[in-house]
């Protein structure tokens, strides 16, 4: 020690140089460093979704998620894996070994998902496969669309078709789904009476409207030296021209939707509500990405928010930020801030009696891990216990 002080005195400048160096690597330190409240997490997981519309979580767990965890496990260096079926989605999650590459564990599940979609239920969406990070599962906020005059099914396409893609390009941010609103959607609302009297069925019905709605690939026709564009009409843009699709053809049996039912511009059952200053409107929940800040993705959110607004093809639309997680975050930072620079402080001025007060502590610490293994076992409250003075 009395040697590291004579260079330290013999030598001023060296030490200054010595000191000034450390404080700008720190500086650079922190300023790269991703302030979170929560550290980033390393180890490789994926996340994969699959989608059936309607199917029961019973049937989901035995059809769906039994099958892709068989064919998802065989992934290499897979450590554990979880799974989760509710209605009409299977969740199923891969945790992978430390040293895993993220990109060759997301790769694998990917190849091992395209095997199973043959025995898949008909009608099943294909699975998406995502990386995904155990401590980004909390919104970092919360996107509301607020509207005095636009309806639920309209704010719903809006945040689900320009606000969600908009969000999603500012870096870090997720916005994967919209939650409140009426999902749009072309219904024919049939009479069973009319039905019954024409002897057609339910499935009648909607094999006639697949064939007469197609979506049919076009080309092109060259006429002498003219080269004409073709588009196609084989899908119908009018809803009350499908009225017009033929259900049977036959001499005096000819029918039609219209005879036996209406096609209207409507939406699915509403599934969840949601209400802003007592109107319902709609939410888009703001997840980050895996490694990046929380206050760097509200921050840039609270940025691009207003800039968003105009650009909506609809108008009348508000874009708020709520539910900002950022504000516990910065919380939390400020407080370990202000207790480590107090304890500086405290060292600083008396440094031997932090010395002392560190010894102290570990040898109370010493004392208790000598103490607590030689102590006997607790007797049960079964059990009788012995006094004796």
């Given at each position: 020690m009395n040697g590291l002080i004579r260079a330290s005195l013999k030598n001023p400048y060296a030490v200054i140089v010595a000191m000034l160096t450390i404080l700008v690597i720190g500086v650079l330190c922190l300023l790269a460093l991703p302030i979170d409240i929560l550290p980033i997490f390393r180890s490789p997981a994926v996340q994969v979704l699959t989608f059936y519309s309607g199917m029961p979580?019973?049937?989901?767990?035995?059809?769906?998620?039994?099958?892709?965890?068989?064919?998802?496990?065989?992934?290499?260096?897979?450590?554990?894996?979880?799974?989760?079926?509710?209605?009409?989605?299977?969740?199923?999650?891969?945790?992978?070994?430390?040293?895993?590459?993220?990109?060759?564990?997301?790769?694998?599940?990917?190849?091992?998902?395209?095997g199973v979609i043959p025995v898949l239920p008909p009608g099943t969406l294909p699975p998406v496969v995502l990386p995904f990070d155990p401590t980004a599962t909390v919104p970092a906020c919360v996107v509301?669309?607020?509207?005095?005059?636009?309806?639920?099914?309209?704010?719903?396409?809006?945040?689900?078709?320009?606000?969600?893609?908009?969000?999603?390009?500012?870096?870090?941010?997720?916005?994967?789904?919209?939650?409140?609103?009426?999902?749009?959607?072309?219904?024919?609302?049939?009479?069973?009476?009319?039905?019954?009297?024409?002897?057609?069925?339910?499935?009648?019905?909607?094999?006639?409207?697949?064939?007469?709605?197609?979506?049919?690939?076009?080309?092109?026709a060259k006429f002498g030296d003219t080269d004409y564009a073709?588009?196609?009409?084989?899908?119908?843009?009018?809803?009350?021209?499908?009225?017009?699709?033929?259900?049977r053809v036959g001499p005096g049996t000819a029918t039609f939707l219209g005879d036996i039912g209406t096609p209207a511009d409507t939406n699915y059952i509403q599934t969840n509500i949601v209400r802003v200053n007592g109107r319902?409107?709609?939410?888009?929940?703001?997840?980050?990405?895996?490694?990046?800040?929380?206050?760097?993705?509200?921050?840039?959110l609270k940025e691009e928010a207003p800039a968003i607004e105009p650009r909506l093809t609809r108008p009348d639309i508000n874009l708020r930020v709520v539910m900002d997680q950022s504000i516990y975050v910065r919380e939390a930072i400020h407080s370990l801030v202000h207790e480590g620079v107090l304890g500086a402080v405290l060292v600083a001025?008396?440094?031997?009696?932090?010395?002392?007060?560190?010894?102290?502590?570990?040898?109370?610490?010493?004392?208790?891990?000598?103490?607590?293994?030689?102590?006997?076992?607790?007797?049960?409250?079964?059990?009788?216990?012995?006094?004796?003075?």
């Open positions: 979580a019973v049937s989901v767990e035995k059809d769906i998620t039994n099958r892709l965890e068989r064919w998802v496990g065989q992934a290499n260096n897979m450590s554990r894996q979880e799974s989760r079926s509710i209605i009409g989605s299977s969740v199923i999650r891969n945790y992978f070994q430390g040293d895993a590459d993220p990109n060759g564990a997301l790769g694998q599940v990917m190849s091992l998902t395209t509301a669309l607020d509207s005095k005059t636009q309806n639920e099914s309209t704010l719903y396409d809006v945040g689900r078709f320009e606000v969600r893609n908009m969000v999603m390009a500012i870096p870090g941010a997720i916005a994967p789904v919209v939650f409140g609103g009426k999902v749009r959607t072309i219904l024919a609302y049939l009479d069973r009476q009319k039905m019954q009297s024409r002897h057609l069925s339910l499935t009648d019905v909607m094999d006639a409207i697949d064939r007469y709605n197609l979506l049919m690939p076009t080309g092109d073709i588009d196609s009409n084989s899908m119908y843009n009018v809803i009350s021209e499908m009225k017009g699709i033929p259900l319902r409107q709609v939410y888009i929940p703001i997840f980050r990405q895996v490694g990046q800040s929380t206050l760097t993705v509200v921050d840039q001025r008396n440094p031997e009696g932090a010395v002392m007060q560190n010894a102290r502590q570990l040898r109370v610490l010493l004392a208790r891990r000598r103490t607590v293994p030689t102590a006997g076992p607790t007797p049960s409250p079964s059990a009788p216990v012995e006094a004796s003075s």
